[in-house]
């Protein structure tokens, strides 16, 4: 059975790239229409590719795809997606034995998907990629502004793609759109033509990229930027003498010391701006925020913490999370650490679940350990 896949960029889709056509954008270092070129051209049931592309690109072999394993053909697209499949299929209907239909827009069908799809539609005739709704699915009524009826969701499906079809009920399908029906999808036609089209589960992964957050989505799944993680470490530590105020945070902690200092001694507000400075290899709070400049004496940490944060995002940074380790012998933080996160949470700009501030002791060992000092580690993840 020879099988031939369609992959439709006949779209121009520009709106998302800045005079780009949507395809050719790239994620992760490759053209989204080379991922789902690529795709097909993995997958062991598929013979032979053809790749529909708009008129202008297609004549001016502006688009370089990379070489295939299987025979490839571009072809020109017309103006409506029915009219890009319809040109791909005049070009592949004698030989092929089954069509499946792809858009391009779609760079993450796995090659099981590709699989089922055609092995269901070798079976029936005709399927297509579906995902069930989570959502519950509401009917508007006919003015548009209120609900007109709440619609049984078990029975409604997304249609996606791959969508195959043996190459009879395709010929039907594209004759049918031929004659001026319209959808926007070949099964819709196949169903028109009188064929029963069947199921297969589809992928939540299988996104279509249509609008900016696709395309950010599309980017995180590519696993594009993965590689640009960068952890920093951040220590500090402060004598405590009595009459200073112990203040981690920002957050009060009664007690009859605190830590002596040039600024407030905040320990993990210093660790934390330590790390990010590091993670971001922006040098380090005594460089920022240098103890013989008058402007940072008794500078609150949050403060410094806040200046240290603005630093990595303006160097294009965005923190992922923060570990801190507070070691102090007395008093227990353990009542504060809640408020010690929210406080950084809120600081730093992120989630409090990205936060996590632990407590320990040093068993009575060291300065430390003899309450004369506090000690703070922090550990921060820039992307
Ligand atoms: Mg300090």
Sequence with gaps: M????????????RRLGAGRPKQLLELGGCTILQRSVDAFDRCDRVHELVVVLPPDLAAAGEVTLRPARKPLSIVAGGTRRQDSVANGFDHVADRADLVVVHDAARPFASEALIARTIDAAAESGAALAVLPVRDTVKQAAADGAFVGATLPRETIFLAQTPQAFRTGVLRDAVALGRRGAEATDEAALAEQAGHRVRLVEGEARN?????????????????EGAGASRAGTGYDLHRLVEGRPLVLAGVRIPFDRGPLGHSDGDVICHAVADALLGAAAAGDIGQHFPDTDPQWKDAPGLYLLARATAVVR??????????????????????????????????????????????????????????????????????
């Design 2 to 13: 020879h099988v031939v896949a369609i992959i439709t960029a006949g779209g121009q889709g």
């Design 207 to 223: 996104l279509k990229i249509t609008t900016e957050d696709d395309l950010v989505l599309a980017r995180v799944l590519s696993g």
């Design 314 to 383: 303006e160097a294009g940074f965005t923190v992922e999370n923060v570990d801190v380790v507070v070691i102090l012998e007395r008093p227990k933080i353990r009542p504060h650490v809640e408020a010690i996160r929210a406080a950084l949470a809120g600081v730093v700009g992120i989630d409090v679940g990205r936060i996590s501030v632990k407590g320990k002791t040093n068993e009575g060992v060291d300065a430390v350990g003899r309450g004369e000092a506090i000690a703070a580690h922090a550990v921060a993840l820039l992307r």
